[in-house]
């Protein structure tokens, strides 16, 4: 397999970025990315000024020498407005020869400092500005393996490093026992919060029994001791939140706790410094009072499957000289889902399996993607009428040659899941590998 000899705009992108985040904690702005690109197509200042609508002297007397002095940093070497290509080219050489070096399963979230991490169009850029930002509040969803968690990490590790406290929960952590009661589970959280943030737990002073319910208590111990014993605004990120769904004594109180505390960060000084950062997966449907939760206010964030291009530039980090026709190939079976794309570069690169044979195979229980497929079969074997019924509805779909009209409420669902894509108000399989799979174990 051999390296790529010339770099995308894409890849510079790719690498400039991961250098200045692995060096400063932050991302390029959009006006440096502005800059960064015009140079790379061979504009000179003022053209560069004229495209994007900004002041020469502010591009050449100000955001050109901040740009080129911080990828000097990161870098390692001077980099100017003439000769960063061949730095961006070195840099990213090097990152794809360490990269083959540590090629680790992909599970789980992309580390911060690691080369194979994709940034979305616009998705991450959103986040930082809105993060930073009082009383905010971000929900990122999609399903699972879309890459939330990496998300939500990179956010608060922005949010860290502009002067923020950030916070981060994983909800899959709490024992069923702590998710009995909601005083438990409150106390819990503010517990976890607290160590975190390295200040000593002052619960038995705050929380009052008799007279407080467990809400008030949580709010209170926020308002009156956390912000008051922290520097800067907090930035509370809670992850995998739908693992609170099934536990319907908890999530109402819970939610609309939430609620309240960001409409507060409207009206209140105190509650200005609290942002909010949540990420759930959509497989699990739960009915709410959208009035009382957090699921319908602050900004939204859907994660979208990878594209093309951003294939290509994840199989050349991970040293695959794939043509466009392998990689054609590989997006009919199963699109741009983050976590099966990824996969397949691990099991190829680690040489366990060859592209062809892991296309032949994808659909079938020797294909590596049987545990994922499995998961979902189990969601729509779950002995219920609803499921049953969304189980023959989504057979309809993969048997069907043709896009298949369903009611509102089962195209919502199967688009939570991750398994159609919609059209209009038909549906179709999300990809080759569902239609295959499905159709044969819903047969």
């Known amino acids: 397999m051999n390296l790529q000899l010339t770099l995308t705009w894409e890849e510079a992108k790719e690498i400039a970025n991961s250098q200045i985040f692995k060096h400063f904690q932050e991302y390029l702005k959009d006006i440096e990315l502005e ?3 015009g140079s790379w197509d061979g504009l000179t200042y003022d053209q560069i000024a004229e495209t994007y609508h900004h002041s020469v002297n502010y591009i050449r007397g100000d955001i050109g020498p901040k740009l080129w002095h911080k990828l000097s940093l990161a870098l390692a070497e001077e980099v100017t407005k003439n000769n960063f290509k061949g730095a961006l080219e070195r840099a990213w050489k090097q990152q794809q020869s360490s990269s083959s070096n540590h090629l680790s399963f992909p599970e789980g979230s992309v580390p911060l400092n690691s080369p194979f991490y994709i940034e979305r169009e616009g998705i991450e850029s959103l986040c930082y500005k809105t993060v930073v930002k009082s009383g905010s509040l971000l929900r990122i969803k999609a399903p699972s393996g879309m890459g939330k968690t990496s998300l939500i990490m990179r956010v608060l590790a922005y949010a860290q490093a502009h002067q923020c406290q950030a916070v981060y929960i994983d909800l899959r952590s709490v024992e069923r026992s702590i998710l009995t009661t909601l005083d438990k589970f409150l106390r819990w959280l503010c517990l976890m919060v607290s160590r975190q943030l390295k200040v000593e737990n002052q619960l038995n002073n ?34 995998e939140v739908d693992r609170l769904f099934p536990y319907t004594e908890i999530i109402e109180d819970f939610f609309g ?6 409409e507060k960060g409207k009206i209140s000084q105190k509650w200005k410094q609290f942002h909010l950062v949540i990420a ?15 699921f319908n206010a602050g900004i939204p964030v859907e994660l979208s499957e990878f594209s093309q291009q951003q294939i290509t530039t994840l199989a050349h980090l ?45 659909a079938t229980e020797a294909g590596i993607y049987s545990n994922h497929l499995r998961r979902h ?7 219920t009428p609803e499921t049953q019924a969304l189980k023959q509805a989504f057979k309809e779909v993969v048997t069907s040659g043709k896009p298949i009209e369903l009611d509102s409420m089962q195209i ?32």
């Open 377 to 383: 079969l189990e969601t729509l074997q779950q002995d």
């Open 35 to 37: 800059l960064l690109q």
């Open 206 to 239: 705050y929380w009052d029994t008799e007279i407080l319910g467990s809400n008030d208590n949580c709010t209170v111990y926020f308002e009156e001791y956390l912000f008051t014993s922290i520097k800067g605004p907090l930035v509370l990120g809670l992850d």
């Open 257 to 262: 706790m939430l609620r309240s505390w960001h």
């Open 412 to 443: 919502y669902k199967l688009h939570s899941m991750g398994l159609v894509r919609r059209l209009d108000n038909h549906v179709l399989p999300r990809c080759q590998l569902y239609r295959e799979y499905f159709r044969r174990v819903l047969s």
């Open 280 to 294: 759930h997966s959509t497989e699990v449907y739960i009915p709410l009072d959208m009035n009382q939760s957090p």
């Open 318 to 362: 991970h040293q695959l000289n794939w043509n466009t026709t392998q990689i054609e190939n590989l997006m009919e079976i199963i699109g741009g889902h983050p976590y099966l794309v990824r996969l397949a570069m691990y099991e190829v690169s680690t040489q366990k399996v060859t592209l062809d044979q892991l296309l032949k195979e994808a």
